[in-house]
């Protein structure tokens, strides 16, 4: 279906599904009902089964500001890219059918990115975990205070701090100047979260701020608040840190500490998200198998590389460091376990970090 506005909007909402309809009405409605209202929502069905097109088509039929791309294949990362060469914004911005947006989110970081000229805007993030019957079970928020880093220098020295709290580490939810994402648009193919996209295009950013006004809620789904066992997590987990320390790496700056201390710090918080699912994620895995994976991850030379980097702040990783730094998998699977039991209590003292 093509453009039926004819007045050229501010900003282009991508969002791809394939078989999607179970969650979709509420990522879709979320952007519809921002008080901002200077959007295109181009939406892609990606050769869904289910009632994906149908669901599209009813918001198509009822909202202008809606189009529909219909693809025959089900890759995502070639639908986002489609429709991002159909967009006509001045911003962009790619959204997950299992997402949504909070209220006044885009308007407050629309306003932001204009106020400072940004070429990229990062909300604030809550990873949410949902249940069965689509009910919200927890919720970890990742939030700095608002920031602008202006000039190239600033940029590659002050980022690893945004990217350090989760504001940086997906493509979904940054507000990102159109032909920037155009200009970059192939990364988007790399299964890779968009990580190796958000790079491409901080690699000769100007100016990008983090906005404390608006939030992208990110949503994962679990049973009591504990995401399902994920065994792709921890390969993930170490491309995301190779990806991030090569940036640095480019720019000459992986001597610094100030830059790369960051990075370590946010590793080895992945690396205890990726035990915690290993351990405690609902699956039918063996524990014996369980315990091999974080054997795995233990040995990983990167892994052992950040654990010495933030060994001077190791009580911020709470009862995990010292078995980590060991080595010591069964310890680990025991911390995780007693993580989980505090989270579902509500107890304090193994709080998660």
């Not at 065994?231 to 500490?257: I, K, Y």
Request: glycine share 6%; charged share 25%.
């Amino acid at each position: 279906m093509g453009h039926r506005a004819s007045r050229r909007p501010n900003v282009s909402v991508v969002l791809a599904a394939s078989d999607g309809a179970d969650h979709l009405v509420r990522a879709v409605e979320s952007v519809l009902n921002q008080s901002y209202s200077d959007f295109e929502l181009l939406t892609v069905d990606c050769a869904s089964h289910d009632r994906t097109a149908s669901i599209l088509s009813s918001f198509h039929d009822r909202d202008i500001r809606v189009e529909v791309i219909e693809r025959d294949d089900s890759a995502l990362a070639s639908g986002v890219v489609e429709a991002l060469d159909r967009a006509r914004g001045a911003y962009v911005m790619f959204v997950r059918p299992e997402d949504w947006l909070a209220p006044n989110a885009l308007g407050n970081l629309v306003e932001f990115a204009e106020e400072h000229r940004l070429d990229i805007a990062a909300p604030m993030r809550s990873d949410d975990v949902w249940d069965a019957q689509d009910r919200s079970s927890s919720s970890q928020p990742r939030r700095a205070a608002s920031c602008v880093l202006d000039g190239r220098d600033a940029v590659r020295h002050g980022m690893s701090d945004l990217y350090e709290q989760g504001l940086l580490s997906q493509a979904t939810g940054l507000l990102i100047e159109r032909m920037r994402a155009v200009d970059h648009r192939l990364a988007l193919a790399t299964d890779d979260e968009g990580l190796g996209f958000v790079i491409a295009c901080l690699e000769d950013a100007e100016r990008i701020g983090a906005c404390d006004t608006a939030c992208y809620h990110r949503v994962a789904f679990g049973k009591k608040g504990q995401r399902t066992f994920d065994p792709a997590f921890m390969s993930r987990c170490a491309n995301e840190h190779t990806q991030m320390m090569g940036l640095v790496r480019r720019w000459g700056l992986d001597c610094d500490p100030d830059v790369v201390v960051p990075l370590h710090r946010r590793h080895v918080r992945r690396l205890i998200e990726c035990i915690d699912n290993t351990t405690v994620g609902k699956s039918r895995v063996s524990s014996i198998e369980r315990l091999g994976r974080v054997q795995e991850m233990l040995n990983a030379e990167d892994a052992r590389a950040s654990l010495a980097a933030v060994k001077p702040a190791a009580s911020d990783f709470g009862i995990m460091y010292k078995p980590m730094t060991q080595g010591n998998a069964a310890a680990c699977c025991m911390g995780s376990h007693l993580r989980e039991f505090a989270r579902q209590s509500h107890l304090p003292l193994f709080a998660q970090r």
